[in-house]
């Protein structure tokens, strides 16, 4: 079980877990707080309700955790397939009542939808710059005539008040490494796209980019639809 399966499955199981960390790059560590992951709808932000609001149609779930976006999605009724690579969380997802799971790689793939939703920063994922434009590339594949991409991003520039913006890099590119009960997970790469390298990409893959709603926190809501 991976790292951040298990802190999840303590969670789940019993209602009490250690301390989650998430090692950084750029920084000291953090703390996650699972109960996060399984917040309902009184508990979530705006821009995530905004997001769940406009979904519509057939609706894909990208890395959908523990499925609580999902499972608000059914409760209106409303056509969601959730997706996730973590096994655990896949099976928590089946065990708290989400009707259609997988456990899969968006990367491979292969069904149509009308709405793309990657809330929580799911688009980090991407990992680089041009793992960003990639997946851009990729989500057309999976979108329906008419249908729409919504997702969330944060502008980090803020880390860098007080030193230098990396030289070799995108300052939003970021590594992270979960660590539970002393155990540590394998680095992964994770990005955070600021307004204006959103707009410029999507633009150059063939997107319509719509900036939704800003927190006025660095974090905003955007819509892609094809050109």
Same mark, same amino acid.
């Given at each position: 079980?991976?790292?951040?399966? =298990? *802190?999840?499955?303590?969670?789940?199981?019993?209602?009490? *877990?250690?301390?989650?960390?998430?090692?950084?790059?750029?920084?000291?560590? !953090?703390?996650?707080?699972?109960?996060?992951?399984?917040?309902?709808?009184?508990?979530?932000?705006?821009?995530?309700?905004?997001?769940? =609001?406009?979904?519509?149609?057939?609706?894909?779930?990208?890395?959908?955790?523990?499925?609580?976006?999902?499972?608000?999605?059914?409760?209106?009724?409303?056509?969601?397939?959730?997706?996730?690579?973590?096994?655990?969380?896949?099976?928590?997802?089946?065990?708290?009542?989400?009707?259609?799971?997988? &456990?899969?790689?968006?990367?491979?793939?292969?069904?149509?939808?009308?709405?793309?939703? &990657?809330? &929580?920063?799911?688009?980090?994922?991407?990992?680089?710059?041009?793992?960003? =434009?990639?997946?851009?590339?990729?989500?057309?594949?999976?979108?329906?005539?008419?249908?729409?991409?919504?997702?969330?991003?944060?502008?980090?520039?803020?880390?860098?008040?007080?030193?230098?913006?990396?030289?070799?890099?995108?300052?939003?590119?970021?590594?992270?490494?979960?660590?539970?009960?002393?155990? =540590?997970?394998?680095?992964? @790469?994770?990005?955070?796209? @600021? !307004?204006?390298?959103?707009?410029?990409?999507?633009?150059?893959?063939?997107?319509?980019?719509? &900036?939704?709603? @800003? @927190?006025?926190?660095?974090?905003?809501?955007?819509?892609?639809?094809? *050109?």
């Amino acid at each position: 079980m991976d790292v951040f399966g =298990k *802190a999840l499955n303590d969670i789940y199981k019993t209602g009490e *877990a250690d301390i989650l960390w998430l090692n950084n790059s750029y920084g000291e560590p !953090e703390e996650m707080p699972l109960e996060f992951f399984f917040r309902d709808d009184e508990d979530m932000p705006v821009l995530e309700l905004q997001a769940l =609001k406009m979904c519509n149609g057939k609706v894909l779930d990208i890395g959908a955790g523990v499925g609580s976006h999902a499972l608000l999605l059914q409760a209106f009724n409303i056509d969601v397939t959730a997706i996730d690579i973590s096994e655990v969380a896949v099976e928590i997802m089946k065990d708290r009542g989400v009707k259609k799971v997988l &456990m899969q790689d968006v990367f491979t793939y292969q069904e149509k939808f009308d709405t793309i939703l &990657m809330l &929580m920063n799911g688009i980090g994922l991407a990992g680089t710059l041009a793992g960003f =434009k990639n997946s851009l590339i990729k989500l057309k594949d999976l979108l329906n005539p008419g249908g729409q991409v919504l997702f969330d991003s944060s502008d980090i520039s803020y880390l860098y008040d007080d030193i230098p913006n990396p030289k070799d890099k995108y300052y939003g590119e970021v590594s992270y490494q979960y660590e539970y009960k002393g155990e =540590k997970g394998d680095w992964f @790469d994770w990005i955070y796209v @600021d !307004e204006e390298t959103i707009k410029s990409i999507a633009k150059e893959t063939g997107w319509d980019c719509e &900036m939704i709603f @800003d @927190d006025g926190e660095d974090q905003y809501l955007v819509k892609l639809t094809l *050109a």
